[in-house]
C-alpha cells in the first residue's frame, strides 16, 4: 500500500501515528474507566468498538480516511493491557501473576507472527479491503467467548468458596468488602513506584513497535524482496512470544525459591535489558537469516522485560489504581513510540542515499533505551516511605 499510494515513510511513520496519538490518550483515560465500570463491561465496550473499526477501514479512499481510521483504532485497543492488567490482579496470586501477564502479553506476539500469512493470503487474493475487513469481524466474534466465560473472582457463577479464598490470600490489605478512595492520577505520579512504571513500558514499548511495524521497510531497505523476506518476518513475533513466557515463568521459579518479588522481577528485567542490545550488530549484515536471528533475541530479551513492565502495576498497587496506573505506563509509551517513529520517518528518508545503511543510526538506538531504561526502573521501583504508609506494596 506504501508503494500503491505514493506515501514516504515519513507518510506512513505519520499513519502510525495516528494510531499511537490515540493509543497513548486512550490508555490513562480507558484505565481510569476499567477501574471505574470493570474489566468485564469495560473491555465489551472497547472491543466492539474497534473490531468495528477495523472493518470500516476497508472503507478508506486515502491518507486523510486511513489516518482517521487509525486514529479510532488505536483509541478502541488501548482499553486491552490496562483491562488485561487489571484482570490478572483480580484472579491471581503474585506468584502467579507473571505467567498469567505473559499468556495476555503474548497475544499479541501470536497475532503479530500469524497475521502476514492471514493479511497477505487475503491481501494478494483479494485485495486490501478484505484484509482490514476479515480481522475486524473476527473480534466480534471474540466478544462472544468474554461475555460467556469472564467475571470478576467475587461475582462468578462458577466459583467456589476454597477458590476465591485461594485467589486473596496473598492480597496485602486488600478485601472485596473495604470501602477505599480511589487515588487521584496527582497522588499516584507523586510516587516514585509510578514512574519507575512508566519507564519500564516507555522504554521499551517503542521498540517492539518499531519490528512490528517497520522490520519489513528495514529489510528492504537492506536489499530484501518481501516476498522472500516473509519466512523470517514470523520470527520476531515467536521469539517475542517464547519471551513473554519465559519472563512470566523464570520469575516466578524465582519466587518459588525464595527471592523476594522485587528481586525476582528485577532480574528478568537485567536480562532483558542487556538483550534488547542485540539489535544493534544487525547493522552490519545483510543476512536475512542472521538478521531475524538477531532480531529474535532482541525480541524474545524485550518480551522478557515487557511482562515484568505489564505485571509491575498489579505488584506495586491496589486494585482500585492497577488499570490507572498501567494506563499511565501504556501513555509514556505511546507518546515516546510516536516520538520514536518521527524520528525514524525523518531520519530513514534523508538517509535513503546510504541504501543498506540508512537505518544504522536508528537501530543503535532502538538496542540502547531498553538498557537505558533497565537503569531507571532499578532506580525507581523499590521499597520506600510510601511503601511503609501502605500507598504502595512491599516487593
Known amino acids: 500500500m506504501k508503494l500503491d499510494y505514493h506515501w514516504s515513510n515519513s507518510d506512513y511513520a505519520n499513519l502510525v501515528i495516528a494510531f499511537r496519538l490515540a493509543y497513548s490518550v486512550g490508555q490513562t483515560l480507558f484505565g481510569r474507566l476499567m477501574d471505574r465500570i470493570g474489566t468485564r463491561r469495560g473491555l465489551t465496550f472497547t472491543v466492539a468498538w474497534y473490531s468495528i473499526v477495523s472493518a470500516l477501514t476497508s472503507l478508506a479512499n486515502g491518507f486523510a480516511s486511513?489516518?482517521?481510521?487509525r486514529f479510532f483504532l488505536g483509541a478502541g485497543e488501548s482499553a486491552n493491557w490496562p483491562a488485561a492488567t487489571k484482570a490478572v490482579s483480580e484472579w491471581?496470586?503474585?506468584?502467579e501473576r507473571a505467567l498469567a501477564t505473559a499468556f495476555f502479553d503474548s497475544g499479541s506476539s501470536i497475532g503479530g507472527a500469524i497475521a502476514p500469512f492471514l493479511v497477505l493470503?487475503?491481501?494478494f487474493r483479494w485485495?486490501?479491503?478484505p484484509a482490514f475487513a476479515i480481522p475486524g469481524v473476527l473480534g466480534l466474534f471474540w466478544l462472544i467467548a468474554w461475555r460467556w466465560l469472564y467475571y470478576p473472582p467475587e461475582s462468578h457463577p462458577r466459583i467456589s468458596a476454597a477458590e476465591?479464598?485461594?485467589i486473596v490470600t496473598d492480597k496485602e490489605f486488600e478485601s472485596f468488602s473495604a470501602n477505599r478512595i480511589q487515588p487521584r492520577w496527582r497522588d499516584l505520579l507523586r510516587l516514585p513506584q509510578t514512574w519507575g512504571t512508566i519507564v519500564a513500558k516507555t522504554f521499551t514499548d517503542p521498540v517492539f513497535f518499531f519490528v512490528a511495524d517497520w522490520f519489513p521497510i528495514y529489510l528492504v531497505a537492506k536489499g530484501i524482496e518481501l516476498k522472500s523476506g516473509l519466512i523470517a518476518i514470523w520470527i520476531p513475533f515467536i521469539a517475542a512470544d517464547l519471551g513473554n513466557f519465559f519472563g512470566g515463568g523464570m520469575s516466578g521459579?524465582?519466587?518459588k525459591r525464595g527471592w523476594s518479588l522485587g528481586a525476582a522481577r528485577k532480574a528478568v528485567i537485567i536480562f532483558g535489558g542487556i538483550g534488547v542490545t542485540m539489535l544493534i550488530?544487525?547493522?552490519f549484515t545483510a543476512n536475512l537469516y542472521l538478521m531475524a536471528f538477531l532480531f529474535g533475541l532482541a525480541t524474545f530479551s524485550y518480551s522478557a522485560f515487557s511482562t515484568m513492565a505489564n505485571v509491575l502495576p498489579s505488584d506495586l498497587f491496589r486494585s482500585e489504581s492497577v488499570a490507572s496506573v498501567s494506563g499511565l505506563s501504556g501513555t509514556g509509551a505511546g507518546l515516546g513510540t510516536i516520538v520514536a517513529f518521527k524520528l525514524i520517518g525523518y531520519f530513514s528518508d534523508s538517509r535513503q542515499a546510504m541504501a543498506g545503511h540508512s537505518f544504522d543510526p536508528i537501530m543503535i538506538v532502538a538496542g540502547m533505551v531498553p538498557f537505558v531504561g533497565m537503569i531507571l526502573v532499578l532506580l525507581l521501583v523499590r521499597n520506600t516511605k510510601a511503601t511503609d504508609k501502605g500507598l504502595v506494596r512491599r516487593i
Not at 66 to 69: C, E, G, L
Not at 92 to 95: C, D
Open 66 to 69: 486511513f489516518a482517521m481510521f
Open 92 to 95: 491471581f496470586p503474585k506468584r
Open 121 to 123: 493470503w487475503v491481501y
Open 127 to 129: 485485495g486490501w479491503r
Open 164 to 166: 476465591l479464598q485461594l
Open 253 to 255: 521459579y524465582l519466587i
Open 281 to 283: 550488530p544487525t547493522i
